[in-house]
């Protein structure tokens, strides 16, 4: 069973296109995340929702919407892609005063 | 922002233990030492956790210093599947609070 899962996998697409990636956690968890590695493989946080409330964000731009149905889904929508907008989005979530955070395989965005 | 230095890479030959450093020289009283791995392609992983005490589980076991400047992760007996790249992370432990990921360890396990 696929505790954290993302979709898609691979994602290419033009500039200026509008895109999303789905995210769902079948752990119960209250807490889930975006985040971002770039090419040179540095890791950042991007949001931070806890039960379905913006608890962090992180100086992303406004083209970046992440939008929580419920507790188990955190979608990531992207709107007029740009080239830097190139990375691999991983999706976690945690429990509440949990220590650790469950990632999921993330989605490798290519914008041409 | 990272609070963290550990080396760029490291080696290890298969079945030996790995041992890998970290600096956390700032540390608060209040922050928590992680350590995830990221295997290729792969989201991260959770390996281990502590505040002070030295802490064992299955997978690997950390050693904090006693003044809380540093610590170790240990894997002691290291595969082929444990080569990757090792995240040293402080952490106040807060509901939502985020990870900062610095540049890690790449750790290689030669055959």
């Known amino acids: 069973d696929t505790a954290v899962s993302q979709t898609p996998k691979y994602l290419v697409t033009q500039m200026g296109n509008d895109k999303s990636i789905k995210c769902e956690q079948n752990?119960?968890?209250?807490?889930m995340y975006w985040y971002k590695q770039d090419s040179k493989k540095f890791l950042k946080i991007m949001f931070s929702?806890?039960?379905?409330?913006?608890?962090i964000n992180e100086t992303v731009p406004n083209r970046f919407s992440p939008k929580s149905p419920d507790k188990a889904h955190l979608n990531l929508h992207i709107n007029s892609l740009e080239l830097g907008d190139s990375a691999v989005y991983f999706c976690?979530?945690?429990?509440?005063?949990?220590?650790?955070?469950?990632f999921g395989p993330g989605t490798r965005l290519t914008v041409l | 922002d990272a609070k963290t230095t550990q080396p760029p890479s490291m080696d290890c030959a298969e079945g030996r233990a790995a041992n890998l450093p970290c600096n956390h020289s700032?540390?608060?009283?209040?922050?928590?030492v992680y350590w995830y791995r990221q295997i290729h392609s792969q989201g991260p992983q959770y390996i281990i956790h502590?505040?002070?005490n030295n802490e064992t589980n299955e997978m690997a076991s950390l050693i904090i210093t006693e003044d809380r400047k540093s610590s170790t992760l240990i894997l002691p007996h290291a595969t082929l599947r444990d080569t990757a790249v090792y995240y040293c992370?402080?952490?106040?432990?807060?509901?939502?609070?985020?990870?900062?990921f610095g540049t890690g360890t790449s750790l290689t396990v030669i055959p």
């Open positions: 976690a979530s945690s429990p509440t005063g949990g220590n650790e955070q469950f």
């Open positions: 752990l119960g968890h209250d807490t």
């Open positions: 929702y806890n039960n379905k409330e913006l608890i």
């Open positions: 700032t540390i608060s009283g209040n922050e928590y």
């Open positions: 502590g505040l002070k």
């Open positions: 992370i402080v952490r106040v432990f807060l509901t939502g609070n985020q990870f900062y």
